[in-house]
């Protein structure tokens, strides 16, 4: 990095620290802390939701998962515009009617207060996990590719997070995640843009996406019902609605940004605003990736994007055969490449014929082979490093391949993600255990301002326990499936109790409480020994809770 990517890095975050406390500072009432002050139009309700869920992980992680499998994991997000609407029909006019705080109060007012704080719970668990895992995402990889001290950059993300979520709650959360989503965005699309400028000459737009579909990377749908595949139509239609309608529908850190709308109206307009743009966000930073893939078919690529993978096997007997494998890549990507200019740009054709697709296909066949044999190597050197690198690819190609200064606004951009999906996450930990499990509970009234400190306290310690469990955190298959892993393993079980709620009227608190028990259990051990595919276990653990519960009340009343 250069001394303009530090200035631009910097000054980036710096910039919306202050400008997220100065904005905010001087809550005097929970209702401003906790809510804004109920002042938020629907285009800061939309953007601060969509900010909330595009962490770090997405900017990062997206990229590599279309790099390596393709367009298809954007069908994850199919179920999403469907669970917008729901989620405008009946959560909304409920939370609003019942003025609550958090979507947990209303569990009490139907239940009673240990259905309530088992949910306050449940969600606290797996969105304190989920915290520290924004926080560790980009550090991981900026350390791995910067040389960055791990645990400084772990604890520099949390303290500047904390600055501002403790100074202003949820009115800072929302400020400065409009300034962020504007980074993102231009970032993003000034990205793209480069990858297209720096294909060789004769290489359009529309011919690097067919060199990507002949690769196999522009297959969007896939229409089987094969439980292996992880990502599918169905999976992302039906298991994609029901994680949506758990995680915008009943997730503090959702609920609360929407709570903060001016009335229902902003509140649902902000909602429909973020299920129309979050799918074409999403196979927007998808294509990214896709032509990061094409940018690489006619650049050399290393054999594992990690590097640390290298650093790892060097001075080991394995140094050789690793040295091999690299030199057979190089062959392979270089008759790719010749294979590809030879047709599309010597020969003048317009469309790629369906035996350079099948020479394209046995071509990437043997590169993933050579990949995965690299990967072996490397484990068998030092088990310890990471050999999954799809986190790492879009992070390789800004750090080598941008000019100066637009590293460091990706840089601000994959930081600035981290910081706002944490600012939210802190902001909902904090009210939960403040509205849910603390005032709940206190005997003796308190004044206002008691409350507000006793949130900025709460805040600042979920803030402390984000970093630790960043800094004790250790890489996953791929860090969005890990975030959304630990979200459906909770998830459905929750969003099982929210419908009981509203539409199973006879079932009563003992049986949803025992039976919201019982399912936890039962999801993780799924989970653990890999039952299903894990978008599977929110409709698995949301149907569970709804036919225990209505079982255990039925039982109940033909005891009597």
């Known amino acids: 990095m250069q001394t303009i990517d530090w200035i631009v890095l910097i000054g980036t975050l710096v910039f919306i620290v202050l400008y997220g ?14 809510r804004g002050g109920n002042e938020a139009k629907w285009w800061t309700v939309g953007l601060s939701v969509m900010a909330t869920q595009a962490s770090a992980i997405t900017f990062l992680s997206t990229p590599g998962q279309a790099f390596h499998s393709g367009m298809g994991f954007v069908q994850f997000y199919f179920g999403l515009p469907i669970a917008m609407i729901i989620i405008c029909m009946v959560f909304i006019p409920i939370y609003h009617k019942l003025n609550v705080y958090t979507a947990y109060e209303y569990l009490e007012s139907r239940f009673d207060l240990k259905t309530r704080s088992l949910t306050a719970i449940l969600f606290l668990v797996q969105r304190g996990l989920a915290a520290g895992i924004t926080i560790f995402a980009p550090a991981i990889i900026l350390s791995a590719v910067l040389g960055w001290n791990l645990t400084k950059l772990n604890i520099s993300i949390g303290v500047l997070v904390i600055i501002y979520t403790v100074s202003g709650g949820t009115k800072a959360v929302s400020v400065t995640q409009k300034q962020q989503m504007a980074i993102i965005f231009t970032g993003m699309f000034i990205a793209f843009f480069l990858i297209i400028h720096y294909l060789p000459e004769g290489i359009t737009f529309s011919k690097a996406l067919e060199i990507a579909g ?12 094969n439980m292996d595949n992880r990502y599918t139509f169905w999976s992302g239609i039906i298991g994609g609605t029901f994680l949506a309608l758990s995680y915008f529908g009943t997730d503090q850190s959702q609920v609360q940004r929407y709570l ?41 690529s290393p054999l594992n994007f990690n590097p640390k993978s290298k650093e790892g096997i060097q001075n080991t007997k394995y140094t050789e055969e690793y040295s091999n494998l690299e030199a057979q890549l190089l062959a392979i990507q270089n008759e790719k490449k ?33 990949r995965n044999a690299a990967r072996q190597l490397i484990v068998k050197a030092n088990p310890i490093i990471e050999t999954n690198d799809k986190d790492y690819v879009f992070i390789h190609f800004i750090l080598n391949n941008l000019p100066r200064g637009l590293i460091g606004l990706l840089l601000a951009v994959i930081l600035s993600a981290a910081m706002s999906s944490t600012a939210s996450e802190l902001n909902a930990l904090a009210s939960t255990t403040a509205v849910d499990l603390y005032k709940r509970n206190i005997k003796e009234e308190k004044t206002e301002q008691h409350y507000v400190n006793a949130s900025k306290l ?28 630990i979200g459906s393993v909770f998830y459905g079980n929750v969003l099982g109790i929210f419908l009981l709620a509203f539409f199973f009227k006879f079932v009563r608190s003992n049986a ?22 894990y978008l599977w276990l929110n409709l698995f653990g949301c149907v569970l809770v709804i036919s225990f519960a209505t079982l255990i009340q039925s039982m109940s009343y033909s005891k009597q």
């Open 458 to 485: 709460f805040t600042l310690l979920w803030g402390i326990l984000a970093i630790l469990v960043a800094c004790f955190a250790n890489l996953f298959d791929n860090l969005i499936q890990l975030v959304n892993i």
């Open 512 to 533: 949803v409480f025992v039976a919201a028990l019982i399912t936890q259990v039962i999801v993780i051990f799924g989970w653990y020994y890999n039952w299903m595919p």
């Open 260 to 300: 903060s709308g001016k009335s229902i109206r902003e509140s649902q307009l902000g909602l429909l605003f973020n299920g129309l743009l979050k799918v074409p966000m999403q196979f927007f930073i998808l294509l990214v990736g896709v032509m990061v893939f094409v940018f690489y078919q006619f650049n050399s």
């Open 338 to 370: 010749d294979l590809i200019q030879e047709t599309l740009i010597a020969n003048n054709q317009n469309k790629i014929n369906s035996t350079l697709s099948k020479k394209l296909n046995n071509l990437n066949t043997a590169e993933v082979d050579i």
């Open 21 to 34: 406390t100065y904005k905010t500072k001087g809550s005097k009432s929970v209702k401003d802390y906790i």
């Open 214 to 225: 002949a690769s196999g990377k522009m297959e969007v749908l896939d229409f089987s019902f």
